[in-house]
């Protein structure tokens, strides 16, 4: 069976965005306008597509990533049916609890058109966004919602994105009209502008620049044809003879630039009032890449680990990566995952070169938000969902088992705040563990585990909003009734000195005995050079690194893995309050074993000993998650807001101004932060609204540390 569609006319692209920008109102827009509904959905009634769970209907925002396939002509090519290109859209959350489902996204789109709000501009979740598309170098189309909305400023919010993003920006558009009189765009290739008529703006219709902004669409005209000419030395020599140069040839060169991230496009518009979003599809279809413009995947072969890459052709190899689980009520276990190259059926055998096991892939479907629509075969480039394949979690590779490559694994941030959860009865508790295990799957950064000591349940995660959505998934979707504790933080421990520690464990009981003897140097782990090398006998993990340092076999190697996963386990207990120790070097650098008397157990707990020893002594601390606080607030609010935030440990940075508003950025404690939402709401009237983002671990204070510890003893 051949596919169905060139792989030219693929755009795979993601809708990603600040919370409140308009991602949701302006994918529920491409639905309609691609014919794929026919009543726009709205955020404020509850009723759209790709805000489907109930959590999200209630709450107005995003939490899951919803994937739509759909069909675009572009509005210059009319009725040309031979010009429609299939669109594979991920409408992702903007709230920064959520934000694993933006960075897993990333990794498999080839594309982005990232909102924002025309009020706002660049806001705090635009940023980390942004950052995550420029992690996975995705090319970027920028769209400037919300022009309607009052004190709206298109300059402002384009200034935003050069100041805050990048100065690579360039101006498509520029709006009609402002706030109530915001009408159309012209855009500035063409030199057209476009009004939006008909039932809920469907018909574009093309006309005269208004003649108050003929000058200024010159003016800006030049600008961007220069940042396109730039580009290419051909174009630009004969810009610079003074030729005119044909908008096709400009558009071509566009492309190319958009593709290797030279160029951002920035559009402009207004979803809700149903102006300006045929526009940006058109954008996405001259400007974004196909699967075919992009590099070749990247990724190792599991049995040689030398590095190997698959290019967008049904006819190599399949390749393809998990990048998602969903369990649905209905048809059970989806895993979403993107194809790179090659093609597989239904009923095919798959082989997960991450666990080195095959499974059988039952049903392919592709993904309508929650609707589904089964598929014979899918192919390189494209996006779908496996049905009943249990084995699979994200981030792992499935491949043509005789061809076998693990692809580049997605990151993820990790967990800053935890808490107890319980089962309120038995029946309850039969069902949690299932439930938390599915949950855990879906989401990586929400994270289970037992505590030793009183044997409770601990979850984690990224806030807690997201906590809070887990255990109402919990009850809706398993039936789980359960109760929690109170959120705690998720500190660590780390050393700030060194120490050599020598341990010998010996045990003597009458037949064999036990005996393990090692040395032991610990300090602070360094940050990794860029471009340098580790040497063969250095094991470095995200937070961890061991050295073996052991020659002339005064501890045979079978005793060295003993000895990592004893000092693993250390560190996993910590040594002041019981948190995991992190940023840690450990180096084995000497010991001694016994021919009868020595054994792996023996080791291991030589290892746990020592490592617990010199934590003790190389200077241990404790670290606490450090929050990005923005909070926009009425002038008037300025000073409690400020007295709030440093009588938190809080360090403000930065005080601006955004409209009629003030800005206040801060770095604050995610200790200090629980009830501050609360507690802003009382101060400002419910006027001033908080955003927070994970910065980074600091050092915390010894009187707080000290008061931290007791609590734990």
Not at 5 to 28: C, M, W
Not at 38 to 59: A, L
Not at 257 to 266: D, M, R
Request: charged share 30%; aromatic share 8%.
């Amino acid at each position: 069976m051949s596919r169905d569609y060139p792989l030219e006319k693929v755009r795979n692209f993601g809708i990603i965005a600040h919370i409140d920008a308009g991602k949701t109102t302006t994918s529920e827009r491409i639905l309609f306008y691609t014919g794929m509904s026919h009543k726009i959905g709205e955020v404020h009634e509850g009723n759209t597509v790709t805000d489907w769970m109930e959590q999200e209907r209630e709450r107005g925002i995003t939490i899951t990533a919803a994937a739509i396939t759909c069909f675009w002509v572009p509005t210059y090519r009319g009725a040309d049916i031979s010009a429609k290109v299939r669109f594979n859209i991920i409408d992702t959350p903007g709230h920064i609890d959520f934000t694993s489902e933006v960075k897993r996204s990333m990794r498999v789109l080839d594309g982005a058109v990232v909102v924002f709000d025309g009020v706002a501009g660049v806001e705090p979740q635009s940023e980390t966004n942004w950052r995550y598309a420029e992690e996975a170098e995705v090319p970027r189309i920028c769209y400037i919602n919300k022009l309607d909305r009052t004190g709206a400023s298109f300059e402002k919010s384009y200034a935003s994105i050069l100041e805050r993003l990048s100065t690579k920006a360039v101006r498509m558009q520029i709006p009609i009209g402002l706030e109530d009189k915001f009408e159309g765009v012209v855009d500035l290739l063409t030199m057209k502008a476009f009004h939006f008529e008909g039932e809920m703006g469907a018909q574009v219709v093309a006309g005269e620049i208004p003649a108050n902004l003929k000058d200024e669409a010159e003016i800006l005209r030049h600008e961007l044809v220069e940042r396109i000419v730039e580009n290419d030395d051909a174009l630009m020599q004969e810009y610079l003879e003074g030729k005119e140069i044909a908008v096709d040839v400009l558009k071509k060169a566009l492309r190319k630039a958009v593709v290797e991230n030279k160029i951002f496009p920035v559009y402009t518009g207004s979803s809700l009032k149903n102006k300006g979003v045929q526009l940006v599809l058109d954008g996405v279809v001259d400007y974004l890449p196909s699967p075919l413009d992009l590099p070749a995947a990247k990724g190792h072969n599991p049995d040689t680990m030398e590095p190997e890459t698959r290019v967008s052709d049904d006819a190599a190899p399949f390749a393809a990566l998990v990048f998602k689980l969903q369990v649905d009520p209905f048809v059970g276990a989806l895993s979403f995952f993107r194809v790179y190259s090659g093609s597989i059926k239904a009923g095919d055998f798959i082989y997960n070169a991450t666990t080195r096991k095959k499974e059988r892939l039952g049903r392919i479907v592709r993904l309508q938000a929650d609707k589904r629509e089964d598929l014979k075969e899918v192919f390189a480039g494209e996006i779908a969902a496996g049905v009943g394949l249990k084995e699979v979690k994200i981030g792992q590779t499935l491949c043509d088992e005789n061809h076998p490559i693990i692809l580049e694994a997605i990151i993820f941030p990790e967990p800053v705040i935890s808490m107890r959860i319980e089962p309120k009865t038995k029946v309850d508790q039969e069902k949690m563990g299932m439930a938390l295990s599915r949950l855990s799957d879906e989401d990586p950064t929400f994270r289970v585990a037992s505590d030793p000591e009183t044997l409770e349940t601990i979850v984690s995660g990224m806030g807690e909003l997201h906590l809070e959505i887990i255990v109402d998934r919990m009850r809706r979707e398993f039936g789980v009734e359960a109760t929690t504790g109170k959120p705690q933080v998720a500190y660590r421990e780390t050393v700030q000195g060194s120490a050599d520690v020598e341990y010998k464990h010996i045990k003597q009981t009458g037949g064999r005995g036990q005996y393990g003897h090692v040395k032991i140097r610990v300090k602070p782990m360094e940050p990794l050079v860029e471009g340098k090398k580790l040497k063969n006998n250095v094991d470095r993990e995200d937070h961890f690194e061991f050295i073996n340092a052991i020659k002339g076999g005064v501890i045979p190697q079978e005793y060295i893995q003993p000895v990592k996963k004893g000092i693993i386990e250390a560190m996993e207990r910590g040594i002041q309050a019981g948190f995991p120790v992190v940023d840690v070097s450990v180096e084995l650098y000497d010991g001694s074993y016994h021919d009868v008397d020595s054994s792996e157990i023996a080791f291991k707990l030589a290892a746990i000993n020592a490592m617990q020893e010199a934590m003790r002594q190389a200077k241990p601390v404790l670290l606490e998650p450090i929050m990005k606080l923005e909070v926009v607030t009425p002038e008037k609010f300025m000073g409690d807001v400020t007295g709030s935030i440093n009588s938190k440990r809080g360090q403000i940075e930065a005080m601006g101004e955004r409209g009629q508003v003030k800005v206040i950025t801060a770095k604050v404690p995610l200790s200090e932060l629980f009830g501050f939402t609360t507690q802003l709401r009382s101060l400002t009237e419910g006027r001033a609204v908080p955003n927070l983002e994970f910065s980074h671990y600091a050092i915390v204070p010894k009187n707080v540390a000290d008061e931290i510890v007791a609590s734990r003893k």
